[in-house]
């Protein structure tokens, strides 16, 4: 009996298997790619890449765009892209209107910020570290530009009393050869005269 409801169950589970096989199969289609937005720290990239290769006179008008964005909102998370862009826009290198002193105030305030996402924290301590690198190497150049001004100067100087020595030496020189024309003269006239 046992045998026969073993045998029983499996016939039972063929058929219904092949039952299943017998049915038309729909095409699975594949599924269709998903368009998403950028994320946002891309869409930062795309931002300063279409930014910078900008105008100066377009550049001007969207700082003045994003400077009143912040303006009439209150500071938020809304307006964390706001900053950011700003805060780009003045630290990069290429930027034409390139301040990096309100680059480093934005970071900073940018970088106090909880809501800040990870990868845009990431990109603005890159950026403040950029921006205050850059500035101090600015500050070093500037003073090994004064240094080398400095220094040019006192070559000149130093050129001028050489010059000017140079120039007395000559005169000397000058005068040390007549004195002595007019002794070998004195002495060839001493010479020839009779005693």
Request: hydrophobic fraction near 40%.
């Amino acid at each position: 009996m046992l045998k026969r409801l073993h045998l029983l169950m499996i016939a039972w589970l063929i058929s219904s298997l092949a039952g299943c096989a017998m049915q038309a199969r729909k095409p699975v289609k594949p599924a269709e790619p998903v368009l998403t937005a950028p994320a946002p720290v891309e869409s930062i990239y795309a931002y300063i890449a279409t930014i910078m290769a900008s105008t100066q006179e377009l550049q001007r008008k969207e700082v003045m765009q994003l400077n009143q964005a912040l303006a009439n909102t209150k500071p938020d998370d809304s307006t964390l892209l706001v900053r950011m862009k700003l805060a780009t826009l003045y630290g990069l290198p290429n930027s034409r209107v390139r301040d990096p002193v309100k680059a480093q105030a934005l970071l900073d305030q940018l970088l106090r910020e909880p809501a800040l996402e990870n990868d845009h924290r990431v990109l603005a301590g890159l950026l403040k570290d950029y921006v205050a690198d850059t500035t101090k190497l600015n500050a070093k150049v500037r003073d090994e530009q004064k240094r080398a001004d400095t220094l040019q100067s006192r070559l000149d100087n130093l050129q001028s009393k050489t010059d000017s020595a140079q120039q007395r030496a000559d005169s000397l020189q000058r005068k040390l050869d007549e004195l002595k024309n007019i002794e070998k003269t004195m002495i060839d006239r001493g010479q020839g005269s009779p005693k």
